[in-house]
């Protein structure tokens, strides 16, 4: 069995003394207290930095908007709520947060524990060098964070292995809560309050220009081939089970080494998804367990009443001895 990948702290993060006793100043003046920025990711619209904490001497994430979104009011709102989401969201597989503030041009910025690590798309891009049981395991912790958001009205709406994320500890984290839905205390919030739109244009005829990962395509949010017939409709009523399907794709991933929908036409993968019998994982590959392709068909039904109903009902069927069946 092959273990995770390890990692080494820099030697600037190991604990001495000096740094722990350090007096703060009278009056921190909250402008300074973060230095040292490094960028970590980009995405279309948010910069992802990591830097020191200079009161408690520290590296964390810090998230912020790039400088042409800063100023957008829907995009500051958007912010604003993903990091209030996963702030309520406090969860082992869920990556803390810190602090929600406005740096010294008043654009909002919210910090997050920083996690070495590798994605779970890292792992299934050498899924041979690991055995079965570590990328169930992956899956387990992940739907346990996904039952415990689910209980507080959330919906993740973005569940792709660029999302997860395995630490050099045995963490497991979900990461990501910028696309949730949340529980407005009648139903769940629309996408009208946010004004959601598309992040690329839309084009006529066969759109084979975009990349079918991206987020936003045509106002669907989440990330093509991982999501599900009522989240590419846009329908309104969608819940829980929507992320449920998307952690099916990646259960299959896992087991087969490729997605139930494969393509590079944008308009031939949304037909597929919405419309075809996606073949079962021992008709892809060798060697797949029963009880593993009885989980990930189940995930993987159209009707979402055919799906497991809770996150819950899938973590006690990938808990049992699988291997043995």
Known sequence: MSEYPKFKLPDAQQLVVEQTDKELALKPDPNFRYAYFQTVAKGGKSLIQSCKDLHLNRTICYKTLL????????????????ARVSAMLQHPNIVPTYELGRNKQGHYYFTMKLVHGYTLRELLNYRERYDLTQLVNIIVQIAYALEYAHSLGVIHRDIKPE???????????????????VWNGEALATD??????????????QRVDEDPTMTGYQKLQGTLFYMSPEQIERDPTIDSRSDLFSLGVILYEALTGRTP??????????DSILNDEIAKPSEVAAHIPDMLED??????????DERFQSAGELVRMLKQNWALV
Do not use: H
């Open 163 to 181: 999302n997860i994320l395995i630490g050099p500890y045995g963490e497991i984290l979900l990461l990501d809560w910028g696309l949730a839905k």
């Open 192 to 205: 009208s309050d946010l004004n959601e739109g598309s992040e690329n244009s839309e084009q006529g005829g």
């Open 261 to 270: 929908v494969e393509g590079d036409v944008i308009d031939d993968i949304i």
């Open 295 to 304: 989980a990930a068909m189940r995930c993987l039904q159209k009707k979402p």
């Open 67 to 82: 400088p042409e979104f800063a100023d957008d009011e829907i995009e500051q709102k958007r912010l604003l709520r993903e």
